[in-house]
């Protein structure tokens, strides 16, 4: 088993950064892909960010095009640790915010229902 803690989200003025973390514990992958997810209210949980790694030592991280260029995700692979800065905030960006990992993710990283693993979620509010 999994368990993923997400924290770090809060409330912020557009314009500016938060800095979100999932920490994994227990079971860890020497393949496998953790991501980051969001929910607005009424809308589905849609991808933000994901980091896929495997055993040879590549390193894949993408982001989805609404936060290009204002989000990174990154990994502390000595803390089982990964990251979502999150700069240039939009009141469009609220929602809450999940961690979501599993060692068989690979070309379906976009897509909630591939993951096994999910953290409890942490509220981003970005007023104008």
């Known amino acids: 088993q999994v368990q993923l803690v997400e924290s770090g989200g809060g409330l912020v003025q557009a314009g500016g950064s938060l800095r979100l973390s999932c920490a994994a514990s227990?079971?860890?992958?020497?393949?496998?892909?953790m991501a980051w997810f969001r929910r607005a209210p009424g809308k589905e949980r849609e991808f933000v960010a994901a980091i896929r790694w495997r055993v040879v030592g590549f390193t894949y991280v993408d982001h989805a095009d609404s936060v290009k260029g204002r989000f990174t995700a990154s990994r502390e692979n000595a803390k089982n640790t990964v990251y979502l800065q999150m700069n240039s905030l939009k009141p469009e960006d609220t929602a809450v915010y999940y961690c979501a990992a599993d060692p068989d993710v690979v070309r379906g990283f976009t897509t909630p229902g591939n993951y096994n693993y999910w953290g409890q979620g942490t509220q981003v509010t970005v007023s104008s």
């Open positions: 227990g079971r860890t992958f020497s393949t496998g892909t």
